[in-house]
């Protein structure tokens, strides 16, 4: 299981307007946090955003920029469509030969976990059978 599993996902901007919405026609906040099954405290968080803003979208999470951007990343893809049964260490020169860019071998092997590929457990081994 990968870490962004264990992040909490934010709640949709549907579910935001409706619990504005429920507050306004009059019910109580803790009416309407036991309702749509939220804390009191995201009640009023999403009461005070619409009185102050009228923006109930929810904000970027705070974390690092990506090594990798969207068009690197597409150049990665590629690398690893060439020739997918790549071990890491031959990637990360690859990436070297053609961007000119040095990349740690573990930072390569997280990105590519998290586009979706994934390696054999060591360069030797046999490909599984079908």
């Known amino acids: 299981m990968l870490y962004n599993d264990y992040i909490m996902r934010a709640y949709s ?13 009059g019910q109580t906040q803790r009416q309407v946090a036991e309702r749509f ?3 009191l405290p995201t009640v009023q ?10 923006n109930l979208a929810p904000k970027r999470h705070p974390g690092r920029k990506p090594i990798f951007d969207a068009d ?7 690398l690893m469509q ?3 049964d790549r071990t890491v260490q031959s990637l ?15 930072t390569l092997h997280l ?17 599984n059978a079908p």
């Open 111 to 127: 990105t590519l976990h998290r586009m979706g590929f994934s390696f054999k457990k060591r360069a030797g081994s046999l490909p």
């Open 13 to 25: 901007v549907d579910l935001r307007q409706r619990i504005v919405a429920a507050v306004l026609s």
């Open 92 to 106: 990360v020169e690859a990436w070297k030969d053609k961007t000119g860019a040095t990349v740690a071998w573990s």
């Open 45 to 54: 968080r999403y009461v005070r955003l619409h009185r102050d803003q009228a």
């Open 82 to 84: 060439q020739q997918p």
């Open 37 to 39: 099954d939220v804390s």
């Open 72 to 78: 690197q990343q597409q150049q990665l893809r590629a």
